[in-house]
């Protein structure tokens, strides 16, 4: 059964910094490009970034470039997300996702992270 | 970037009812399209793919159509656990993209 659980979220301060962490297991990790997917409570989903087998095609939303940087350990079957300078709009639950090909097959039960002074 | 537009973006059916969702796609995207539903309180879940491909595991009462700009989710025979929001989302480039959601009432 493919499981995907995200940590990390929680409440950090304007300009801040948090780290997001997504264990897999169920699948051969290795074999999939993995992306994290964003949704303010209440409205709708925001690609944020996407990551490649071996992490030589990455990619980020406009919003979050420059800030959020995305990795995996294939190793350890997880997937990472490094968010710096953090801002009030990136408020959600964030959720990591399976990507076949550019769509999402499998997704994790999201982690909110709460940017608030 | 590629914009897309679901309609409505709320509908009122009952159990039994036949329901589209309708998701243009500006500028156009072959069949490089996804079909989620996503309940309250839960993660999305993956419907359909490439427009048309029933992802397994999802009845069969859901089907998608469509290509280029215009692209149509149907529900055949609406269920009380059809109750949901749906989503389409384009894959045809990056940045990837939503579109604004159907909520759908039973």
């Known amino acids: 059964e493919v499981q995907l659980v995200e940590s990390g979220g929680g409440l950090v301060k304007p300009g801040g910094s948090l780290r997001l962490s997504c264990g897999a297991s169920?699948?051969?990790?290795?074999?999939?490009?993995m992306s994290w997917v964003r949704q303010v409570p209440g409205k709708g989903l925001e690609w944020v970034s996407s990551?490649?087998?071996?992490?030589?095609?990455?990619k980020y939303a406009d919003s979050v470039r420059g800030r959020f940087t995305i990795s995996r350990d294939n190793a350890e079957n997880s997937l990472y997300l490094q968010m710096n300078s953090l801002r009030t709009d990136d408020t959600a639950v964030y959720y990591c996702?399976?990507?076949?090909?550019?769509?999402?097959?499998?997704w994790g039960q999201g982690t909110l992270v709460t940017v608030s002074s | 970037d590629i914009q897309l537009t679901q309609s409505p973006s709320s509908l009122s059916a009952s159990v039994g009812d036949r329901v589209t969702i309708t998701c243009r796609a500006s500028?156009?995207?072959?069949?490089?399209l996804a079909w989620y539903q996503q309940k309250p309180g839960k993660a999305p879940k993956l419907l359909i793919y490439?427009?048309?491909i029933l992802q397994t595991g999802v009845p069969s009462r859901f089907s998608g159509s469509g290509f280029g700009t215009e692209f149509t989710l149907t529900i055949s025979s609406l269920q009380p656990e059809d109750f949901a929001t749906y989503y389409c989302?384009?894959?045809?480039?990056?940045?990837?993209?939503f579109g604004g959601g159907t909520k759908v009432e039973i």
């Open positions: 996702a399976r990507d076949p090909e550019r769509y999402f097959d499998y």
């Open positions: 169920g699948f051969t990790f290795s074999s999939y490009s």
């Open positions: 990551i490649s087998i071996s992490s030589s095609y990455i």
């Open positions: 500028p156009g995207i072959s069949s490089y």
């Open positions: 490439a427009a048309s």
């Open positions: 989302q384009q894959l045809h480039n990056y940045p990837l993209t």
